[in-house]
């Protein structure tokens, strides 16, 4: 679930620099913001559910997920925790990113060309890209991006390893002052960011 929610990548192989030319355009500004709508599709339909909201990223290695349709959820990574909050059922889920996690998450595709290319085989035709985990998981069997016009990212599919997609698509991507670090650290009203099981 995590590694789906922990998707924005970014990037070619073939032309060797695309990865950096990809992170480079997202390290353009402090921060970023865009509307996202995600649709899971599960493996044998052609459509499945779909949920909306904003999407709040800053380089290096920050991004939040305002879920603002359905049941209203945060997802947010400060670079070393991901957390999941939900108000409406009273929980917050904390992972801790290690080394070896966040190699295998999406989101390092776009903010670590390197850590791309060591974790993933990296094909592009176009304006698609396909990252294949070099060690596959449950989780994540392939990632697929599309570059839009302005050199972000306008699609981001994930697959797991039972066919199940998620896909995300993004829209009206725009510069924006960097949020302080709290704010990638959600919690539950009254209490503080919720901490990773040790």
Partial sequence: MLTALLLLV???????????????ALRASR????????????????????????????????LRFDYTS?????FATDGSVGRL??????????????????????????????????????EANGAAIRLIPREPT???????VIIGPDDLPHEVTVRDASGNRNQFTFSGWRP???????????SLPGSGPCAPEE
């Fill in 85 to 122: 909050v939900d108000p409406g059922a009273g929980t917050c889920d904390a992972v801790r990113l290690d080394a070896g996690v966040w190699a295998r998450l999406p989101l390092s595709a776009v903010l670590d060309p390197a850590a791309a290319r060591r974790a993933f085989v990296v």
């Fill in 31 to 62: 921060g970023w913001r865009a509307a996202f709508a995600q649709e899971y599709i599960p493996e044998g339909f052609d459509t499945g559910t779909t949920e909306r909201g904003t999407v709040t990223l800053a380089p290096p290695a920050r």
């Fill in 176 to 186: 924006d002052r960097e949020p302080p670090p709290s704010f990638f650290q959600p």
């Fill in 10 to 24: 970014l990037s070619a192989n073939p032309a060797p620099d695309a990865l950096d030319r990809l992170a480079g």
């Fill in 138 to 144: 449950p989780d994540l069997a392939q990632v697929t």
């Fill in 70 to 74: 359905g049941a209203a959820r945060i």
